[in-house]
Each structure stands twice: as C-alpha cells, then as structure tokens.
C-alpha cells in the first residue's frame, strides 16, 4: 500500500512539473518576438533620470530598449550619458554594462573603478553606485530581475557583511 502511495505521488509531482513547464514554454513561445529578417534601426531616445540623483553637472540622458524577455524578467539595450556629470544610480535590476564609447569612474560597494571602451561591469539589484562621466559615455546593457529568494539571500548576506566589517573594525 506504502509503495502504490508513493508511486502515485511521484507520477503526480512529475505529471504536475510536465504541465507547469509545458506552460511556460507556451507562454514564452507566444510572447516571443519574431526573428529578424532585416536589420532595424533604434535611435536612443529621451531617457529621463530622477534629478535628485544628479550630483553634478547637467547631464543628457538617452537610451532605448533593444529586447525584452516575454516575462519582462531580462531587458537589453543602449544607453548614453552627454557629460561632465556626476550622479548617483540606483539599480532596480542586476545589470551588467559594457561601454562602447567614453569612459566612468565608478564608486561601487566600497570601490573605485574605471570602465573603458570594451570594459564590462556587473551592478545587483538594491545597489547604488556613483558614476563620474568625464565628458561622454554609451553603454550596451542587459537588466536581469533576480527572483524574490535571490534578493532576500543577497540583502542578508550584506547584513552580515556589514555586521562582521562592524565587528572586526570594533575589535581592531
């Protein structure tokens, strides 16, 4: 009797995972964008950045989306930042930039760095970092929406973190 039970849960948990993703690869397949036949032209557009993030300078902002996951979980495209400016960003999202053109002095975590053309960065969601663009920069990025265990795992993680930097400098 123990065994039928637990056959039969078994099929069941299997025939539930077979259904959920048969689900979601419908789901995917009808979102996702056709494939390219020709080449197509995205000119950035107007990209508006929350003004109390400018730290310095009088930025010019555009971008635009190059792709979009069917979810909205992944997002692509290219950005550009006409400077001398200083500003705070705040990341919403995991994205990982690689410059095309220009450069940035990053703050980031604790550290300063320099991205140049062909340099790739990765920024995680619920960060902050301040970018300094010394006249221009025009970037490619990829935003990744991590799940909800993946942004409670990493907020704990800079808990502890910041606790034990607290307690050894306490100790020193």
């Not at 994205?95 to 450069?103: M, Q």
């Not at 991205?115 to 300094?132: D, E, L, M, Q, V």
Request: aromatic share 10%.
């Amino acid at each position: 009797m123990k065994r039928r039970t637990l056959v039969a849960g078994a099929g069941g948990a299997a025939m539930t995972v077979a259904v959920l993703g048969a689900y979601e690869s419908v789901r995917y397949l009808m979102g996702s964008p056709q494939p390219s036949t020709r080449a197509v032209q995205k000119p950035l557009g107007e990209f508006d950045v929350d003004p109390r993030w400018i730290l310095a300078g009088d930025p010019v902002f555009s971008g635009t989306e190059l792709a979009r996951s069917p979810d909205g979980s992944s997002v692509s495209g290219l950005w550009a930042c006409e400077g001398p400016t200083t500003f705070e960003w705040h990341f919403g999202s995991d994205e990982t930039v690689h410059l095309l053109e220009g450069r940035v002095d990053v703050e980031y975590m604790g550290r300063r760095f320099s991205i140049a053309p062909g340099g790739t960065a990765t920024f995680h969601a619920g960060t902050k970092a301040i970018w300094h663009v010394p006249t221009r920069a025009k970037k490619a990025y990829t935003l990744h929406r991590p799940n909800l265990l993946v942004r409670a795992w990493r907020r704990v993680n800079r808990l502890w973190q910041g606790e034990a930097h607290h307690a050894g400098g306490a100790s020193a």
